[in-house]
């Protein structure tokens, strides 16, 4: 969730994010919000979120959207 008490979504995908790249585990951030800002959900895009879904969420919608992100997890690291 975007809102939360003590720390908002942003600053959690920021410490996530961190983290992961401390662990070089990868995750993958799906957000679920009653915020409908499309500047908020660029935003997280923009800072490594998979994806933004906006409630009430459809269960189908929200279903496919995690097979992605598992597939996405599947996949081999790009290399440099």
Do not use: C, W
């Amino acid at each position: 969730d975007y809102e939360m008490p003590g720390m908002n979504g942003m600053a959690l995908l920021k410490n996530l994010y961190a983290l992961q790249q401390e662990r070089r585990q990868p995750i993958q951030f799906i957000f679920l919000s009653a915020q409908r800002d499309s500047q908020i959900a660029l935003e997280l895009l923009r800072s490594h979120a998979y994806f933004y879904v906006s409630k009430p969420v459809n269960l189908k919608q929200l279903l496919g959207i995690i097979q992605g992100a598992l597939t996405e997890l599947d996949k081999p690291p790009d290399r440099v």
